[in-house]
């Protein structure tokens, strides 16, 4: 494997630019490919198998594509199907639930924590799990929020209907005593503002992208695959399996030019 191949980055949709945002910031040496699968938006109401062909399908185009590592930047997916998927992979492979769980862990004084997600995620009581894992006194209120992916994908980071659907969710949440809340779904980092308005009492913000993304550094470095060439030098290429004008009008929202050309292709 040589440091100069890509990294390969895959979510439902718009929601893992979150982690391509994080990785410009710590990694800005690095190329990668990433695969929005709008096709198939949104995963949190895939059943366990449905996921499981999706990501095994992008999966194995990525290893067509000889990338150095994986980033899983679905928090749905890293719930349900990575601890498979790890032993399956030929590459590093990383994704969301254990780099923002250590990191919601170590900002969180009661170790009471609450995780905003999809209802595949909170289905699968991944997160209650592993903290308890961690740290058996801890406590955990997961939540699902399904009307949140819809929106972030249509580009509705605001107005009267997303704050309405923020406001329900802070509701079912806010009279818990937590003092950690993560963001365990990659489109939620995109309607932070809206959450932070609605909860923010002293409270710590996990976004798992940054995390994410410092784990894949290390594992990289480890394996001596960190590129170390001039940052502009870079290949960023966005992949689709839906339609590249939604996918590129709503990831310039969010990334600006970066985004600067989408190819729809089929896997």
Request: aromatic share 6%; with cysteine; charged share 25%.
């Amino acid at each position: 494997m040589h440091a100069e191949r890509p990294i390969g980055i895959f979510d439902s949709g718009v929601g893992g630019l979150s982690v391509v945002k994080a990785l410009l910031e710590q990694m800005p040496a690095e190329s990668f490919v990433y695969f929005g699968d709008t096709a198939n938006v949104p995963y949190g109401n895939k059943s366990v198998p449905e996921l499981f062909s999706l990501s095994r399908r992008i999966i194995a185009y990525f290893i067509r594509r000889e990338v150095k590592a994986i980033i899983v930047a679905c928090g749905t997916q890293s719930s349900n199907t990575l601890p498979v998927l790890e032993k399956e992979c030929p590459v590093p492979i990383v994704g969301m639930l254990k780099p923002g769980i250590e990191t919601a862990l170590e900002v969180s004084d009661k170790k009471y924590i609450a995780v905003l997600a999809t209802q595949a995620t909170v289905s699968s009581r991944a997160y209650t799990k592993e903290i308890k894992n961690r740290c058996p006194d801890g406590r955990v209120l997961e939540t699902a929020c399904p009307a949140f992916v819809p929106l972030v994908e249509n580009g509705q980071l605001e107005g009267e209907k997303t704050i309405m659907e923020v406001k329900k969710v802070a509701e079912r949440i806010k009279k818990e005593p937590f003092d950690t809340l993560i963001l365990g779904c990659t489109h939620y980092p995109f309607l932070i503002n809206l959450i932070k308005k609605e909860l923010d009492c002293g409270l710590h913000f996990v976004d798992p992208a940054s995390a994410t993304v410092a784990a894949t550094m290390k594992i990289l470095r480890n394996l001596n695959l960190l590129r170390t060439n001039d940052p502009s030098a870079v290949d960023h290429e966005f992949l689709v399996s839906g339609p590249p004008e939604s996918f590129m009008k709503v990831g310039q929202l969010l990334l600006g030019t970066v985004v600067d050309e989408v190819q729809k292709i089929a896997l």
